[in-house]
């Protein structure tokens, strides 16, 4: 691989794609560097095995304490450091508490892109900007949905990430900025936060599994939503950057599965009947649901030359299997095979 001397700065790292992105970002030799927030507990696990090769192996990762609502703190850094890229993947991520906690969500996922956004343009033009957009901003319009679908944000998350999108293309308009949008679908991983849906599902059916818990309480599950794996779509990130001019990009599988659906084959997946073992509760129902997201990749497989190559069940085994491993159970192995066979040197186990 051509190892490459640039500097990246990355917000949300300890999220599960900002520590893939991390990966990829090191694996083509990138000196990164990282926004983090001070927590009272440790918050970094999902890059700790980062963490601990930078005193093993040099490896140059760099962590800074803030976060995106502090605009003196983000000025500060982007000023300091003058990297070469950055990448705002820093949100209140989580839709149903974005209904909880709407301010929050628009001050952070909405205003803080606009934070970074000014410490740019006042530091250094030529710094390339990749925004992270997503498909709830589509909400209730028809699928598929591509670059050109009108938006209709049906939560708080949504109407932020409108707003951090809008604002993305109007500073590429009105100062040149080199700054892109990756519209990124549903996309999943081992490393998804546990009060996520796909999550919720593969960590549940470990535990059921292991006999730890009975069963699995659910919301709707006749939402469909277009299921892809988080380490490709880090990658569509970085091309998205590497490109001669910004634009915004539509990053998916193009397939439609239901939650109904995913239970059925995960469950289906270690020998189960997944209606002996869930239940039903309002409270995890939205107030306003987005029904139906597909996407419409063929922008982004034109002018990127970006597919995803991890299928809709191939993504479920590798989580269950991996949250099988996780309780120290042995998992059926079927993941692991799948990987090795699309990944045989994946980047996301940095040496």
Not at 65 to 90: H, M, R, T, W
Not at 104 to 114: E, L, N
Not at 182 to 189: P, R
Request: aromatic share 10%.
């Amino acid at each position: 691989m051509i190892r490459i001397d640039k500097t990246a700065f990355i917000t949300g790292i300890t999220g599960q794609d900002g520590s893939y992105l991390a990966e990829l970002l090191l694996s083509k030799g990138y000196t990164v560097h990282a926004l983090v927030r001070r927590a009272s507990t440790s918050n970094t696990s999902r890059i700790d095995p980062l963490l601990q090769k930078i005193d093993e192996q040099g490896l140059p990762l760099y962590l800074h304490l803030g976060d995106l609502s502090d605009g003196e703190q983000i000025s500060n850094i982007i000023f300091n450091l003058k990297p070469d890229e950055v990448y705002n993947l820093a949100a209140q991520s989580h839709v149903r508490v974005s209904y909880d906690c709407p301010a929050y969500t628009g001050d952070v996922t909405g205003i803080g892109a606009t934070r970074i956004l000014e410490a740019i343009r006042n530091c250094d033009k030529e710094i390339k900007y990749y925004q992270a957009s997503s498909s709830e901003m589509f909400g209730s319009t028809r699928p598929p949905q591509n670059e050109m679908t009108a938006f209709h944000p049906r939560s708080p998350y949504a109407c932020a990430k409108v707003y951090a999108h809008y604002l993305t293309q109007n500073y590429r308009e009105s100062y040149n900025l080199f700054a892109c949008s990756g519209i990124l679908f549903n996309h999943e991983s081992p490393r998804r936060g546990e009060n996520f849906v796909t999550r919720k599902i593969t960590r549940g059916i470990a535990s059921i599994l292991a006999g730890r818990q009975r069963g699995l309480v659910m919301g709707n599950l006749d939402a469909k939503r277009d299921w892809g794996y988080s380490p490709e779509y880090v990658q569509a990130m970085w091309m998205m950057l590497q490109q001669d001019k910004p634009d915004d990009y539509v990053i998916g599988t193009g397939e439609s599965h239901s939650v109904r659906e995913f239970l059925e084959i995960a469950f289906d997946y270690v020998g189960l009947d997944w209606q002996k073992y869930v239940t039903f509760d309002q409270k995890f129902f939205r107030p306003a649901e987005v029904d139906d997201l597909i996407a419409d990749t063929r922008k982004a497989e034109a002018q990127l030359g970006w597919k995803p190559n991890v299928t809709f069940q191939e993504l479920m085994k590798i989580m269950i299997d991996s949250d099988m491993r996780a309780i120290g159970m042995e998992p059926i192995g079927e993941g692991d095979d799948i990987l090795a066979h699309i990944y045989p040197d994946r980047w996301w186990a940095v040496d």
